[in-house]
């Protein structure tokens, strides 16, 4: 289940450790009798006594060859090869056997040279320097001895151990450099946090460029020692009170496999319920499944494509959609496609309705639907939801013949009536939504940034929160809209929305714009190994918190999908800063404290139930897992 690399961090062996310190010590006695060396030398190639002659000298004869000089050197099994220079240098570590009990960091380099290259090649036979290249098609290369040349970029997944004065990274494999001194250390990685800035923003690192990008009322996102997280720290004190909310530390959780299930094949996206029943949509049609305590276990009914209205071209949609107390499932044709929704009764089985998308009599194009609230899908008179494409957030009501009624990137009154308007005129590249549990809605983008809209008018932003230089590709929000979890390729990027106003009462910013006074966010992020072994092509996917519908009720973790790898994060030590993962980190702050879910194929989706199903004795509801060709549940419960 776990894997066992994760619950560690890749320590390299003590016998690597006291090879390299029984080296460095050579190294120093070397050069300390360099001098003396030399002298005692020169001395005795050019004069040497004789006993026969009374004290007179002669000239010391040559070797008889130079195959005895080599045989002589052999034999003092010296281990030391001088480097041809000490600048930008480390000890090289490779990290072989991955995830096996063969594992283990062996010495690749005892001596690398490093360095960062600015360069628009990419194979390693081309040169550097060409006077011909395209400085706006250039990037940082970092470049290690004769082994390695990668791009510096987010996909590296670097780990720094300032206590060791090491640093972690992947380069088609995972790899260690060890600095010899705290000062060789900080200005490797210094150097790499410039390379990597520029390469993700295409500026130079300075403060006008930081201000540029990150705007004024966001500097501490930039410089996070000068930021405001006093509200980080109030969420924790919130929590330490109050004994229903505060989540058992991580070692005293443990995950048990309570189902697993065949299912048939190409299952595409997973309906969680919160009531009686949960679905998985495959490429033949909708199975059934019932929500119990322990996880989700199957009912043998299906509901195929083939028949009750779908028609016989229909594919796997690519949204399913509960609503209507989850009477009602809206699928969304797939993107090739492009018919708008059909409307399934679940408990006929039959599609009630199908809906195009269109404005002012043209067809529309959505990208993606959610439901008007976190708890949305459990109104039974519910006949609206949202609806998303790159530069319009609309809403959509099933009882309008004309279907959208407001469009809220540019509505200027709440009132659910059609109202014209202009859409933005420059793209918003929106990529991803969710709202809150009161209808609050959060937008993620192409070039990173994250909004958030108000639950009565979208005209503008309240908040607009600047990228950290990486699509955001889903995002989701707690059920009282006081946090944000953002997914990228590389990374999770976890957001306060409190602040105070002016009048000193505490909001969020979805009630307000959040001024200068903005915690800096946190990173989630997996450690090189697992980044490594999760694939070269696996990407982060569908971050989100638990499932909570009730106010007052606190989520407690964050679960996302990586290739094979369900990760979990327990949430409050997400938020703890006196965490042990934050010691000695410099920037934003990095959590690698997760737990591992290994499935033998890659995983559609990884979703905790609603938090109605979480037993006695456990902190968390069942976490579900679905792959194309089975489903699983896990409880998480407190060891005893």
Partial sequence: MGAAHSQEDLEICTSDEEEYEEYEERRDGQEESNDEDKFEDSRDDTLAPSPSSGGRRRPKPPSSSLDDVDAKLKSLKLKYTPPPSTENSARLFRYINGNTPKAKWITAEKFAAYSFVKTSQVNEDEEDDDENQDSENEWWVLKVGSKIREKVSEEMQLKAYKDQRRVDFVA??????????TEDFADYVNSYNNCLFENNHGVELNDASKAKIFGKDFIGWANPEAADDSMWEDADDILLKSPQSATPLRDSQDLTEAFEEATSEGIHSLALGALDNSFLVGDSGIQVFKNMRQGIQGKGVCVNFEGGGFGKAHSAPRKALLMRAETNMLLMSPMSQNRGIHQLDIETGKVIS?????????????SDITNDGKGAQLDPSASTFLGLDNNRLCRWDMRDRYGMVQDLAAASAPVLNWAQGHQFSRGTNFQCFATTGDGSIVVGSLDGKIRLYSSNTMRQ????????????????????????????????????????DKAGKTKTGFEGRMGNKIAAPRLL?????????????????????SWVTEDGKQERHVVATVGKFSVIWNFQQVKNGSHECYHDQEGLKKCYCYKIVLRNESIVDSRFMNDNFAISGSPEAPLVIATPMKVSSFSLSSKR
């Avoid at 088609?172 to 001194?181: Q, T």
């Avoid at 072994?533 to 569908?542: E, H, Q, V």
Wanted: aromatic letters at 14%; a positive charge; glycine letters at 10%.
């Fill in 354 to 366: 199908e809906w195009k998308f269109e404005k002012d009599g043209v067809d529309i194009s959505m």
């Fill in 172 to 181: 088609k494999g995972v790899w260690a450099l060890k600095f010899a001194g």
């Fill in 525 to 545: 992020k997996l450690r090189p190994l697992d980044a490594h072994l999760a694939g070269a092509n696996n990407k982060f996917r569908n971050a989100q918190f």
């Fill in 461 to 500: 932003a309240k908040t607009a929160f600047p990228g950290l230089g990486a699509p955001v590709t889903h995002v989701d929000a707690t059920f009282d809209g006081k946090w944000i979890v953002g997914t990228t390729d590389t990374y999770l990027i976890v957001i306060c929305t409190l602040f105070t």
